[in-house]
């Protein structure tokens, strides 16, 4: 090889993947020639082909795409949705509103379905094969309470005592079980977590939306990081449809609350500024 043909070879290598293949009037994702995946691959599909690098069964495109529909949209309180809204009336247009709001889907707000997954998995080390679930989540759950944890990642909601999207995705997790799609052992992990922590609080806090969610994407097989990734994908739905809602609706410079409710000031009361040497004369 020529000294020519080494830095071609080393140029080409800069950026390798193993996701997409794109020549001159050919395109293709995983190996799958692009031609043949449009019409044929819902996009649920496609989505678990990118990041698994095949395609998956019908019940599990099923039951990650019944994952993705709840997690839209929570309104314009959710922070990630208002900020979007406010980007708007600040003049962004709807990809830099967009990019403002997915910003800030981290570890506090948007980071509980990755936490969660990472706390089943830890529950699952603990119990090993035979071990017992509720006994195994209690050890887990007080061990970062120990650590100065206050919050179950998954469990508990701040606005809903029941949240209403939990029951239905866990039907179908139940009937994904049943037909051998999913083991079931993150359903039941997650069971335990909900049984372990109502005896350490003394009281029943429900599983939420993170964590029937973090049930699905670690059944499904999907990695914790990879749990928030596909959170946002869906999130990112209800902060284009906010987005584009606000454009439409116009409004110039939105705060967070009207101009009329006053925020709360903990300063000093209103001072005169103290005389000093050299000060200039007024």
């Known amino acids: 090889m020529t000294k020519s043909e080494e830095l071609v070879q080393s140029a080409s290598d800069w950026w390798s993947t193993g996701i997409i293949d794109i020549h001159p009037g050919k395109i293709a994702i995983r190996g799958y020639p692009i031609q043949e995946l449009i019409g044929k691959v819902r996009f649920p599909e496609m989505i678990w082909l990118m990041l698994r690098g095949d395609l998956p069964t019908r019940a599990q495109s099923d039951l990650l795409e019944a994952a993705l529909v709840p997690g839209v949209d929570h309104g314009p309180h959710a922070p990630s949705i208002a900020i979007a809204r406010m980007s708007v009336t600040c003049g962004l247009q709807v990809n830099g509103a967009m990019a403002s709001a997915i910003n800030v889907l981290d570890d506090i707000h948007g980071g509980a379905g990755q936490q969660c997954m990472e706390l089943y998995r830890e529950i699952d080390k603990q119990a090993g094969e035979a071990g017992e679930l ?109 987005a584009w809602e606000q454009k439409q609706q116009g409004g110039r410079i939105k705060g967070p609350m009207p101009k009329e409710i006053p925020y709360t000031y903990t300063g000093h009361a209103q001072r005169a500024v103290p005389e000093r040497d050299g000060a200039a004369d007024s």
């Open 134 to 242: 509720v006994e195994a989540a209690g050890i887990v759950i007080r061990r970062h309470q120990d650590a100065g944890e206050k919050i179950v990642p998954g469990f508990g909601h701040r606005f809903h005592p029941v949240d209403p999207r939990t029951a239905p995705l866990f039907k179908l997790v139940a009937k994904a079980v049943a037909s051998g799609v999913v083991s079931g052992r993150y359903a039941a992990i997650g069971q335990a977590v909900e049984t372990a922590l109502g005896a350490i609080k003394n009281r029943h806090i429900p599983m939420n939306i993170d964590g029937i969610t973090a049930v699905i994407f670690s059944e499904l097989g999907f990695e914790p990081e990879l749990g928030r990734g596909i959170f946002i994908l869906s999130r990112s739905v209800g902060i284009l449809a906010h």
